[in-house]
């Protein structure tokens, strides 16, 4: 099919696998480790790259390659390439196009495992990094160098949702010639399309809203097509590749993946603004509230808040315990995006390898919750928070 012809939805749906001579509606599993040829000639000219035949399953597969071709059509990418998991599509997207010598300009605000791999490890490989408040966009310029590669950024960042003018990056990486790589877990490809405003690449969790229902492990990244070939030569070498089975769930839920982000979003802001204002709380915070920092650029760069909702205990670490504890229907996991509401204390789960000090500079403060709002009836949610704030006192 001619995916230019559709709108995004309904790529999502459309997408699929060429049928097999078995006319299948759905597409069917791919569960094989390698492919096989006609001749000896075709597979010369295929381990030659003088065809789009497959070779080995490390390398691609026609599951993933359908995921990855969705995930394209969403974020209005030129290519992708899907990996086992969120943070190995990151660490691809560093290693694929950093060297040693290079420098990473990163914000500050990032996900816990993503700030390990910056701070422990890439110095292992020579590449040096820099870390900006993402509330201070207007900081950044000070901190290139000659040898600044790429800027990385969450937006809304984990876990404190906070957010950052896309364009006002890409404006300034392509001043210096320097790579903008936006993780947009957050917001999914729904909500929010970076490379519109100026991103090279988009990095993706999708085990997180792409799958929707805690089911899977996966990670993708799409973007320019140049960018992209070099992740792909990384990945086929090394190895993260995404499983066939794991790429047909995720292809199977991005067909319902605008629906549920709507409904995600829609029961989340209004869970917002039922507790704001609550007296146990001293705030509440979502891209869609007008009391949030940048509302403003939400409001110009997302047609949605998302699905997280988090917010401030008066009472601290102690409150937060109490009040995860006397949660009766949410869920206390490792996971967001969840059918599932989930509740979270970031400070001792997803950030506990920060110290203290860093904690407390990208705002991770004590009493912070994460709350990943799910497909429940709101009320009920709403319910279930309100009890145990009540007894988190």
């Not at 969120?86 to 605000?109: E, K, P, T, V, W």
């Not at 769930?249 to 989340?268: C, D, F, N």
Request: include cysteine; glycine fraction near 6%.
């Amino acid at each position: 099919m001619d995916k230019d012809q559709y709108r995004p939805e309904t790529n999502a749906v459309r997408i699929q696998t060429e049928k097999t001579w078995q006319m299948e509606h759905s597409t069917p599993l791919f569960l094989t480790s390698s492919f096989t040829y006609d001749s000896a000639e075709e597979m010369r000219a295929t381990f030659a790259d003088e065809t789009d035949n497959n070779i080995y399953t490390r390398f691609s597969n026609p599951n993933v390659d359908e995921f990855v071709q969705k995930v394209c059509s969403l974020e209005k990418a030129e290519a992708g390439y899907a990996t086992a998991s969120g943070m190995s599509a990151i660490f691809a997207s560093f290693m694929a196009l950093m060297n040693a010598g290079d420098h990473l300009i990163s914000a500050s605000s990032i996900f816990g495992s993503t700030h390990t791999i910056i701070t422990k490890f890439l110095h292992k490989w020579g590449i040096e990094y820099s870390y900006f408040d993402i509330n201070a966009p207007e900081s950044i310029e000070a901190l290139i160098r000659p040898n600044t590669k790429m800027i990385f950024v969450e937006t809304p960042s984990n876990p404190g949702l906070e957010i950052i003018d896309i364009s006002i990056i890409a404006a300034i990486a392509n001043k210096h010639n320097i790579i903008l790589n936006v993780d947009n877990c957050f917001a999914s490809p729904v909500l929010q399309r970076p490379i519109e405003d100026g991103a090279h690449i988009v990095t993706h969790s999708a085990t997180k809203w792409m799958d929707g229902q805690g089911r899977v492990l996966g990670g993708v990244v799409v973007g320019r097509k140049d960018l992209i070939k070099e992740i792909h030569t990384f990945c086929r070498s090394t190895g993260p590749a995404m499983s066939p089975f794991n790429a047909w769930v995720l292809s199977k839920s991005l067909e319902t993946l605008h629906i549920r982000m709507e409904r995600h979003s829609q029961s989340a802001f209004t869970l917002a603004k039922a507790l704001e204002g609550n007296p146990l709380l001293q705030w509440v915070k979502y891209p869609m509230l007008e009391s949030h920092p940048q509302h403003h650029i939400a409001k110009k760069q997302m047609s949605g808040g998302g699905g997280i909702v988090c917010f401030e205990l008066k009472g601290g670490l102690q409150s937060g315990v109490r009040f995860l504890d006397s949660l009766k229907m949410l869920t206390l996991t490792a996971n967001l995006g969840d059918s599932r509401s989930i509740a979270s204390h970031p400070s001792s789960t997803t950030h506990a390898k920060l110290t203290e000090e860093e904690r407390k500079k990208v705002g991770i403060t004590p009493g912070l919750i994460r709350i990943s709002v799910g497909l429940e009836n709101v009320q009920d949610i709403l319910e279930d928070i309100l009890q145990a704030l009540e007894n988190s006192k």
